[in-house]
């Protein structure tokens, strides 16, 4: 069960938005986001980072995530889940600054 500090967190990576579609520009649609989980070799999943995406990014597309796999996707969309994890980061900050 996640705690109620990680529940919130998540709620606010959700409400971010795809953090791909923000790069490319494209106009996010309604679709949730969902919450995709960096996993890195031997770190437990609770700590692994996590990424907002759109279920097309993250599962439903050929280039998605899950679908395409890692190599595949940084080839495509040209971020790595790491520029990710950082744009996510950097846009985590500004929402939490704007909250004051
Ligand atoms: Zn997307
Ligand atoms: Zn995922």
């Given amino acids: 069960m996640p705690t109620k500090a990680e529940k919130q967190l998540n709620d606010k990576l959700a409400r971010l938005g795809c953090i791909l579609c923000r790069q490319k520009d494209v106009e996010t649609t309604d679709t949730p986001t969902e919450l995709h989980h960096c996993k890195r070799f031997g770190m437990p999943r609770k700590l692994s980072p996590i990424i907002p ?13 899950h679908l395409a796999g890692a190599k595949k996707f940084t080839s495509y969309w040209g971020y790595s889940q790491e ?17 004051g």
């Fill in 83 to 99: 520029d990710l994890i950082e744009k996510t980061r950097d846009l985590l900050d500004d929402s939490l600054q704007k909250e």
């Fill in 53 to 65: 995406l759109c279920a097309f990014h993250h599962r439903l597309g050929d280039t998605s995530i």
